[in-house]
């Protein structure tokens, strides 16, 4: 299990604007809204490396205590950063409430997903009319009443913040294991309810952070628990009935402190799956689930770089492992022998395989062909007989859905392109039918036919051509404002997927591209080792070189660029602002992993030690040292003019520590050379993905497009 800093798509925020000229605090009493930025104390600090020495006057925004935040300078800091952002937005609050209030339109409320059978009983969630969380409900398949086995709402009461980790019913459907987060710190409270009483049991599992896997007939759950540095070391198991203090470990990692452990079944829920690894390493063990105290089988011992996951069938081991091609392959092994792994489908240059299923009667595997997603069923018999599911628009992404069953004759799959909304498809087997069973409903109204979606390539600077989607209205007017948005890391592929919010800005004049960068693996496993390690720059070039060859094409026009992106994609939005700021109108970096040195640099951080495979290890190696560095936003700020720009950050937020931002935004006001807006707002009560609830959310992206529009000339 790899965690990465990929920021949740819609963040939330439920700040409360100022009025311009005196607000209420939270004690109700009037106070004056600022006039100007707040700046930030410096205080002498430097640290050197490899013979390197490195200033950092706003070492001082770290709190030392971390992970509590109790400093007093740091908190009054925050929220004079936080009444700036109120202050200069208050005059934009008529649009941000236009904005919200068109988002929200489009937004059913009184929702629900499709249900789908799990052993006797069909499960589905609901959102109520007004609400912000959802109630998870299910019914006998034989028929009667449907029973609310959960309900998000209730337990999110008296909370600033709420988000459901897992949801496990047990095999025999009479338990339900979750947990949950009240602070965004992503530790999670493991529960268990008895779905019969409608009781909870007295066995609480704190610190949690992982799934929930039910072992031994439903006697017992198997968990990891987040240690100091929130990284899982262990896959423990809890017996129903017994005090946690009891409960044994089955496995914990000893030799790399930036090994993650994860744990869960195979198709047949014979065999539990216990898996450590980092973003470039992998090891597995398999234990009977009946009895998971037992002897452990060793797959294949780590080496590093060769990554593989595996599942099990009728005694078979199936293993998908870049061992061979970079790009994957499929194989099998005995149980007897489980390290001599016999290829069942060969690495290609041309088909990414990046995952695989298997039922009872065939095998799914998925992938990309051509950047576009694949999924293809296959014979357990015949390895030549393929069946491909087709879909036919330029850009789409769809992937296998909710199928816990392990017999089934129909899978359910998602599908969404950026002008078909997200829909729900199940795919019958025998036929190869795609049944249609839900497409998102836009109370609104949304007619596709007035939008349209190219998918182009543009021609980096070293001659390779990157993949760009856009979405448009048929009659924009050429050249236009367009917003450009990417991820480009951890070898995730940003799906041209459907978005109701993001109509605000292509129903007002804007072209949407996405720009599929490399350091994703939007093009194979290749894409994204090119954009790691020593070849980390591949990515941001990318995304100038697309920003100028859509200018070239006539797309747009220098200056009518805005530009977004969160977490990893948010130090993209560093070194951009840093290496071409005359080409952005405005950006919004949420949540951005922009003090890279210094974090690769402490071992403590939560996230460090795993990470380094991914950004390179400047505390052994000089050379990452240096070239680290060399494109690092917050060490890379210089005097120059900067566009405008919107950053957010989350105080307890584990992924991209709170200082990163605010430290960046120090730095920016002391060197930047221009009057344009420079925003921080620090939700100080939310994680990485900002604060909880549906409405929350689309609250902040009006507010993230309300001050594009404002920066970019376009809020008539």
């Known amino acids: ?83 700036w952002f109120e202050t200069r937005m208050a005059p934009q609050q ?89 602070t965004g710190s992503e530790r999670f409270t493991a529960r268990i309810k008895d779905l019969e009483t409608g009781e909870l049991l007295p066995d609480e599992i704190p610190g949690t952070l992982t799934g929930l896997t039910w072992v031994m007939d439903d006697k017992a759950i198997v968990y990891g628990l987040a240690n100091e540095q929130w990284r899982v070391h262990d896959a423990t198991i809890h017996v129903l009935g017994t005090p946690v203090a009891e409960d044994v470990e089955l496995y914990r990692e000893t030799q790399n402190d930036g090994f993650r ?18 973003n470039e390493t992998s090891e597995i063990r398999l234990v009977r689930a009946d009895d998971p105290t037992g002897e452990q089988i060793l797959i294949s011992p780590r080496q590093t770089g060769r990554e593989y996951d595996v599942d099990v069938r009728d005694g078979k081991i199936y293993v998908h492992t870049n061992d061979e091609h970079v790009n994957f392959r499929l194989a099998t092994a005995s149980l007897d022998n489980p390290g001599d792994w016999t290829t069942l489908i060969a690495g290609s240059d041309e088909f990414y395989l990046d995952g695989f299923e298997l039922f009872k009667e065939f095998y799914v595997t998925e992938g990309r062909l051509r950047g576009l997603d694949q999924i293809q069923l296959r014979s357990y018999d015949d390895p030549n007989l393929v069946k491909p599911v087709a879909f036919t628009e330029a850009s789409f992404s769809t992937g296998l859905s909710n199928n816990p069953e392990y017999d089934q004759d129909r899978l359910r799959l998602s599908y969404a392109s950026m002008v078909t909304p997200d829909s729900v498809y199940d795919y019958h087997v025998e036929t190869g039918e795609l049944e249609l069973l839900k497409q998102q409903e836009i109370p609104s109204g949304y007619d596709a036919d007035l939008y349209e979606v190219e998918r182009i390539e543009i021609a980096a600077r070293d001659g390779t051509m990157v993949p760009v989607s856009i979405v448009s209205r048929k009659d924009r007017e050429r050249g236009g404002p367009l917003h450009l948005y990417a991820y480009g890391a951890y070898g995730f592929a ?80 560093g070194v951009v602002v840093n290496t071409n700021p005359e080409l952005w109108g405005a950006v919004v970096a949420h949540v951005p992993f922009v003090d890279v040195l210094s974090t690769m640099l402490d071992k403590d951080l939560p996230l460090t030690p795993g990470e380094w495979p991914e950004w390179g290890n400047p505390i052994e190696s000089k050379q990452a040292f240096a070239y680290i560095l060399s494109y690092s936003p917050y060490d890379q700020v210089v005097a120059q003019d900067y566009p405008p720009l919107l950053v957010t950050a989350g105080l307890n937020d584990p992924r991209v520590t709170y200082w990163e931002p605010a430290k960046w935004v120090a730095k920016l006001r002391e060197f930047k050379t221009d009057d344009n807006e420079l925003l921080l707002k620090t939700n100080m009560g939310a994680g990485h993905g900002g604060k909880s609830g549906r409405f929350a959310s689309i609250y902040e992206v009006a507010e993230e497009y309300a001050f594009l529009l404002w920066q970019m000339g376009e809020t008539g």
Not at 46 to 61: F, R
Request: with cysteine; aromatic share 10%.
């Open 1 to 83: 299990m790899t965690f990465i800093r990929l920021a949740a798509c819609l963040s939330a925020a439920t700040l409360a604007f100022a009025a311009p000229a005196s607000a209420q605090n939270t004690e109700g009493n009037s106070v004056t809204s600022p006039t100007s930025p707040p700046t930030a104390e410096k205080r002498d600090h430097s640290y050197t490396h490899h013979g390197i020495t490195i200033s950092d006057p706003y070492h001082w925004l770290k709190d030392q205590s971390y992970p509590t935040i109790d400093d007093e300078d740091i908190i009054d800091h925050l929220k004079a950063e936080n009444a």
């Open 94 to 182: 008529a649009l941000v409430d236009g904005l919200y209030e068109e988002m929200k339109a489009r937004v059913k409320e009184d929702d629900s997903t499709v249900p789908q059978r799990r052993g006797e009983y069909l499960y589905w969630s609901e959102f109520e009319e007004g609400k912000e969380y959802r109630k998870y409900y299910r019914r006998p398949v034989a028929g009667g009443d449907a029973q609310l086995i959960l309900d998000e709402n209730e337990l999110a009461e008296g909370n600033e913040y709420f988000r459901l980790g897992a949801f496990s019913v047990s095999d025999n459907g009479r338990y339900l294991a979750y947990s949950s987060d009240n």
């Open 261 to 278: 452990v994860d744990a869960g079944l195979s198709a047949q829920e014979d065999w539990l799956i216990i898996s450590a690894g980092d």
């Open 494 to 573: 940003y799906p041209p997927s459907f978005s109701t919010t993001r109509l605000s800005l292509v129903d007002r004049g804007y072209a949407f591209a996405i720009a599929h960068i490399r350091g994703g693996d939007d093009l194979g496993r290749n894409w994204y080792l090119q954009g790691k390690l020593n070849e980390r720059t591949n990515t941001f070039n990318d995304f100038v070189d697309v920003a100028k060859g859509l200018i070239a094409k006539g797309y747009t026009q220098q200056g009518r660029i805005s530009a977004s992106g969160g977490s990893a994609g948010g130090e993209l939005m």
